[in-house]
């Protein structure tokens, strides 16, 4: 179904007076679906460039002149010691440690005690941290806390957790007991790991690759297509259901993942009322624009004025 894009969405309703709608439609939902994009950890605090960026990559950045995580993510190093040096900073700053605003904690209050589920295109695992239930949780782009065959040789991932942690200790880092890295006064962080660090695939033996999708290699191991089955029941269980969808920093590099198929129930379930939270990017079509309601504000300020309204 093609429906066209309107930009003005109530766009004579003050954000005080859409936060309240929201908190409305939210109170009265039997159902509450969550689509989680890139915008939703970023309002959290985790950035991958500027001093976030520096702070733990100055040193990459200085030789190989990249400006931020993402680029660093797919630079050609030349050799496997270097990629994991950089590859297990990333992890554990944006997997293992806790984003700086306590975002997630706060969407987390606010719908608890609904019948929800959350489908995420983010791959570090902030939900499960922050108190959501992993059976109502599905990463649909992989997790940055798993390693797959670089392969693939076979349809499995594996916990990084233990190996990502020593991998960052052998360049100098530790760790505080909040899970924090930082570098001890006096000591040059090691652009490189040794080798007995490196992860290999324990079947063929060929390098270990994260498990994301980035390419035709991406694994969808028995833990995936349970997560997806899950939620295809939940969407199915619910259609006759006052269900809001709710989407969060969802942007347009994967439209089809959340963003259309929410703007599609939306329009054929009768009961179903949509939600966009994004700063600057808050659209819906103009077929659901008496269904919905968007919101171009920072979300970390929207979820705490409609926690601040229940």
């Given at each position: 179904m093609?429906?066209s894009l309107?930009?003005n969405?109530?766009?004579?309703?003050?954000i005080s007076e859409?936060?309240?709608?929201l908190?409305?439609?939210?109170?009265?939902?039997?159902?509450?679906?969550?689509g989680?994009?890139?915008?939703l950890?970023t309002?959290?605090?985790?950035t991958?460039?500027?001093?976030?960026?520096?702070t733990?990559?100055?040193?990459?950045?200085?030789?190989y002149?990249?400006?931020?995580?993402y680029?660093?993510?797919?630079?050609?190093y030349?050799?496997?010691?270097?990629?994991?040096a950089?590859?297990?900073?990333?992890v554990?700053?944006?997997?293992y440690?806790?984003?700086?605003?306590g975002l997630?904690?706060?969407l987390y209050?606010l719908?608890?005690?609904k019948?929800?589920f959350?489908?995420?295109?983010?791959?570090?695992h902030c939900f499960?941290?922050s108190g959501?239930?992993?059976?109502?949780?599905?990463y649909?782009?992989?997790d940055y806390?798993?390693?797959?065959c670089?392969k693939?040789c076979?349809?499995?991932t594996y916990d990084n957790e233990?190996?990502?942690r020593n991998?960052?200790?052998?360049?100098?880092?530790e760790?505080d007991s909040?899970n924090s890295?930082y570098?001890?006064?006096?000591i040059t962080?090691?652009m490189?790991v040794p080798d007995?660090?490196i992860?290999l695939?324990?079947?063929c033996?060929?390098?270990?690759s994260?498990?994301?999708?980035?390419?035709?290699?991406?694994?969808?191991d028995?833990g995936?297509?349970?997560?997806?089955?899950?939620?295809?029941?939940?969407?199915r269980r619910h259609?006759?259901?006052?269900?809001?969808?709710l989407e969060?920093?969802?942007?347009y590099?994967t439209?089809s993942?959340?963003k259309?198929?929410?703007w599609?129930?939306?329009n054929?379930?009768e009961?179903?009322?949509?939600?966009c939270l994004n700063g600057?990017e808050a659209?819906?079509?103009?077929?659901?624009?008496?269904?919905s309601?968007?919101?171009?504000?920072?979300i970390?300020n929207?979820?705490?004025k409609?926690?601040?309204?229940?």
């Open positions: 093609r429906l309107s930009k969405n109530r766009i004579t309703q003050s859409k936060s309240k709608e908190c409305s439609r939210l109170t009265q939902a039997d159902a509450v679906i969550i989680a994009g890139a915008g950890s309002a959290a605090g985790f991958y460039s500027a001093e976030r960026f520096q733990y990559f100055h040193d990459f950045a200085e030789i002149k990249f400006d931020d995580m680029a660093g993510g797919f630079y050609p030349k050799t496997l010691n270097e990629n994991w950089y590859w297990s900073r990333y554990y700053i944006n997997r440690m806790n984003p700086p605003k997630y904690q706060t209050k719908i608890k005690e019948d929800y959350v489908i995420t295109t983010n791959v570090d499960q941290k959501f239930d992993k059976n109502r949780l599905y649909t782009q992989g806390g798993l390693f797959q670089s693939p076979h349809e499995k233990e190996a990502i991998m960052v200790k052998a360049q100098g880092f760790l909040d890295l570098l001890p006064k006096g962080a090691k490189s007995e660090l992860p695939c324990p079947k033996g060929k390098p270990m994260m498990n994301l999708r980035t390419d035709n290699t991406f694994v969808q028995e995936w297509y349970r997560a997806a089955e899950r939620y295809e029941l939940f969407l259609k006759n259901a006052r269900v809001l969808f969060l920093g969802v942007g590099n439209p993942i959340i259309y198929p929410f599609n129930m939306t054929t379930w009961n179903a009322f949509y939600a600057g659209y819906a079509p103009e077929e659901i624009a008496g269904k309601i968007c919101i171009n504000e920072d970390y929207i979820l705490n409609i926690s601040e309204y229940l």
